[in-house]
T-cell receptor
Framework: KAGVTQTPRYLIKTRGQQVTLSCSPI?????VSWYQQTPGQGLQFLFE???????NKGNFPGRFSGRQFSNSRSEMNVSTLELGDSALYLC????????????FGPGTRLTVT | ELKVEQNPLFLSMQEGKNYTIYCNYS?????LYWYRQDPGKSLESLFV?????AVKQEGRLMASLDTKARLSTLHITAAVHDLSATYFC???????????FGQGTRLTINP
């Protein structure tokens, strides 16, 4: 079974631009969660989508948004990029049921200059 | 608000020695996870602990859970260099698919 895939793997953007990251979950998984990892704040939950609906949201500004498509693929978008948005963005997919184990993708390394 | 704290945050040890990483969490949770992360890489799932008294072992790593004390431990036996990595514990928010992570323990094992 193929794992979680994320594209692109690396990205360099300029402050003020916007960016879209993509995540394809494990086949059959309908829940996709996004996390941000930075040296200063560690791993923080962004949001979770299930069946195209946002079910849970973390404490991030509205510049961070996401969506999920009918095939369970998910995208997250960050608008008006700031230097502090530089991070490793991880997505994780899981099966049905809250508490189901989450399997992480390889991540997208975003650098904002 | 659920908080997860690990200690120590940094651990340098010699090959062949034993050590334990501790993970405390502040409120009741359904389950606890341990992950390993190598530099520049993603998170690799090590253990899922579902109930009080749960103990799981894989090779030189053993994890346990005490839900009454809200404490999990990751014990390393006879450490080898290949175990050098950052280890995270994470707790799931009850009723939500949201993981709250500890700060991570950076483990360095020296020959």
């Amino acid at each position: 079974k193929a794992g979680v895939t994320q594209t692109p793997r690396y990205l360099i953007k300029t402050r003020g631009q916007q960016v879209t990251l993509s995540c394809s979950p494990i086949s059959g998984h309908r829940s996709v969660s996004w996390y941000q990892q930075t040296p200063g704040q560690g791993l923080q939950f962004l949001f979770e989508y299930f069946s195209e609906t946002q079910r849970n949201k973390g404490n991030f500004p509205g510049r961070f948004s996401g969506r999920q498509f009918s095939n369970s693929r998910s995208e997250m978008n960050v608008s008006t990029l700031e230097l502090g948005d530089s991070a490793l963005y991880l997505c994780a997919s899981s099966g049905i049921g809250t508490g189901a184990e989450q399997y992480f993708g390889p991540g997208t390394r975003l650098t904002v200059t | 608000e659920l908080k997860v704290e690990q200690n120590p945050l940094f651990l340098s040890m010699q090959e062949g020695k034993n050590y334990t990483i501790y993970c405390n969490y502040s409120t009741t949770s359904d389950r606890l996870y341990w992950y390993r992360q190598d530099p520049g890489k993603s998170l690799e799932s090590l253990f899922v602990l579902l109930s009080n008294g749960a103990v799981k072992q894989e090779g030189r790593l053993m994890a346990s859970l005490d839900t009454k004390a809200r404490l999990s431990t990751l014990h390393i036996t006879a450490a080898v260099h290949d175990l050098s990595a950052t280890y995270f514990c994470a707790v799931i928010i009850q009723g939500a698919q949201k993981l709250v992570f500890g700060q991570g323990t950076r483990l360095t094992i020296n020959p």
